[in-house]
């Protein structure tokens, strides 16, 4: 596959530039080489670059596991993990609800959370991870049990590549219920989906089922612009990609208690995930993908 020229790889973190990638795993390698090449240009420089094989060495460890290689290189004592060290199981579960499709700008909801599960698929699986997925709306539509080989990664980008939005309820939390009872083997649930219907403690409810089971979980809160700020400045007819509903209103008139109450929401939510040792992400389709991956990264470094 030849990667297209260019001064500046990460230009690729820029959703509009990756809107127009048409292949789904040129578009995954160029984000993560995108966020690899600004990693090494932050203050988070070497902490991650090797985390595939090493980890850094903490008081206890073996000096003789330590890599003497990588501390010339790095200034920093790290030690070789073991196979089994470095095997973790993450499930992707993508949000394909109707709603997912909107979008204000270059890119939707649903095209922003898949190009980011494609990321984080190849990143997983170049770190010998295990990694599933499950697309989802008011049902489980389809299901890929985690597995590590390089060559799994076409199956999950043909299931991302294929993924549209369903007509559906809203009823997310429910879903989030059986996912977890079907997914009772520990690991790191990534959850991609936006949260803007159903009452924040419903929604806590089922990701709390996951932390039951003993996961490691990390949510993506994917929104447009539009969701978070409501800055139409025309009066509009809005039409609600789930159901078909249509109301007409003037929304610079609502603007400011939209803004007020939408703020609540995600702050209770996001207290009461914290509460539960859930990151909780609320991330814009108008944003960079470095925010999400770096948080993805943390989160995994935990782990290990």
């Known amino acids: 596959m030849t990667k297209p020229s260019t001064g500046n790889s990460t230009q690729y973190l820029l959703p509009e530039v990756v809107s127009r990638l048409k292949n789904l795993e040129l578009v995954a ?8 090449v600004g990693l090494h240009k932050s203050p988070f420089h070497g902490f991650s670059v ?7 060495y903490m008081p206890g460890d073996d000096i003789r596991d330590i890599d003497w290689k990588v501390y010339g290189r790095t200034d920093r004592f790290y030690i070789k993990q073991y196979e089994e060290e470095t095997n973790l199981k993450a499930y992707l579960l993508l949000d ?14 649903l095209d922003y959370a898949r190009y980011l599960a494609a990321a984080l698929a190849y990143l997983l699986l170049k770190q010998r991870d295990a990694v599933g997925l499950t697309l989802f709306s008011d049902r489980i539509h389809k299901m890929l049990p985690a597995k590590s080989t390089s060559n799994y ?15 559906s309820t809203t009823a997310v939390a429910d879903t989030l ?15 991609l989906s936006e949260f803007l219907y159903e009452p924040a403690e419903q929604i806590v409810q089922g990701l709390r089922h996951f932390r039951y089971y003993g996961h490691e979980v990390l ?34 008139f609502i603007q400011w208690d939209y803004v007020q109450l939408i703020e609540q929401f995600y702050g209770r939510l996001k207290n009461q995930c914290y509460g539960m040792q859930i990151d909780f992400e609320n991330v814009l389709t108008s944003e ?3 925010k999400p991956l770096l ?3 943390l989160k995994r470094q935990k782990m290990l």
Request: net charge neutral.
């Open 29 to 36: 390698r160029m984000i993560v080489e995108g966020f690899l």
């Open 153 to 167: 990664l076409k199956f999950l980008l043909k299931a991302l590549h294929e993924a549209e939005p369903q007509p």
């Open 219 to 252: 949510v993506f809160n994917i929104l447009d612009p539009k969701d978070r700020y409501f800055d139409f400045s025309d009066e509009a007819t809005f039409v609600d990609l789930e159901t078909g509903e249509k109301l007409k209103t003037q929304p610079y």
């Open 295 to 297: 948080r993805f990264l």
């Open 288 to 290: 960079s993908f470095e």
């Open 50 to 56: 090797e985390f595939s094989e090493h980890r850094q």
């Open 96 to 109: 394909v609800s109707g709603s997912m499709g909107y979008s204000s700008h270059s890119i939707s909801k």
């Open 177 to 191: 219920h059986r996912m977890a009872e079907k997914l009772k083997r520990r690991g790191m649930v990534i959850l």
